[in-house]
């Protein structure tokens, strides 16, 4: 059983376009978090949520909007896709979402190539 | 600003040898470091942490070593074998929720 899943693994798709990534995790975390990495493989966090909570919300457009209907769920959901956009983006979860605790660390899906041409 | 720097975008290795991966960081606020590892087309796993009244664990064939005075961890890989060809990320945590990655180093072993 894959313990971050996330779909689809790869998008193609036109500029201005709505577009969402699916994310589960069957591990019983309480935080999950969208990271992006850019073409200069920089993983940089995006959003985090603790128990459908927001709780970190980065400089990110707003076209971006996290939606968690439950602990086991983050989507994100990207309105009007520009260029820019284009990226790998991976979810993971995390037990407690206390970065600083020992053994407190990230599982991470596969990833989501985006393509916006 | 990157608070967590790899500054070797790749690094090739004979088959044997020692791997070492470097990291740096700027925020003394950090005291939790984790290595990471990504094979192609996969999330990035996790390899092996330390905390920052630690400078020193080691778990199997991976060693992570952290001084804190000069805000620097390495990785070391000894025996290096092909299979551990992949990219490193080295992150970083405070006491927030937030983990801190740098930009990876491309570890390729030579056979």
């Known amino acids: 059983d894959t313990a971050v899943s996330q779909t689809p693994k790869y998008l193609v798709t036109q500029m201005g376009n709505d577009k969402s990534i699916k994310c589960e995790q069957n591990l019983g975390h309480d935080t999950m978090y969208w990271y992006k990495q850019d073409s200069k493989k920089f993983l940089k966090i995006m959003f985090s949520?603790?128990?459908?909570?927001?709780?970190i919300n980065e400089t990110v457009p707003n076209r971006f909007s996290p939606k968690s209907p439950d602990k086991a769920h983050l989507n994100l959901h990207i309105n009007s896709l520009e260029l820019g956009d284009s990226a790998v983006y991976f979810c993971?979860?995390?037990?407690?979402?206390?970065?600083?605790?020992?053994?407190?660390?990230?599982?991470f899906g596969s990833g989501t190539q985006l393509s916006v041409l | 600003d990157q608070q967590v720097k790899q500054n070797s975008p790749s690094l090739s290795v004979q088959e044997g040898r020692i791997s070492i991966l470097n990291c740096d960081y700027t925020n003394s606020m950090f005291d939790y470091f984790l290595w990471y590892k990504k094979y192609p087309a996969e999330g990035p796993t996790f390899l092996i942490s330390?905390?920052?009244?630690?400078d020193k664990n080691e778990d199997g064939r991976f060693t992570v070593f952290l001084n804190k005075s000069a805000k620097h961890l390495s990785l070391h890989i000894v025996p290096s074998q092909p299979g551990d060809s992949a990219v490193y990320f080295c992150?970083?945590?405070?006491?927030?929720?937030?983990?801190?990655f740098g930009t990876g180093t491309s570890l390729t072993v030579i056979p």
């Open positions: 993971a979860s995390s037990p407690s979402g206390q970065g600083g605790k020992v053994n407190e660390k990230l599982f």
């Open positions: 992150a970083a945590s405070d006491l927030g929720n937030q983990f801190y």
């Open positions: 330390i905390s920052s009244i630690k």
């Open positions: 949520y603790n128990n459908k909570e927001l709780i």
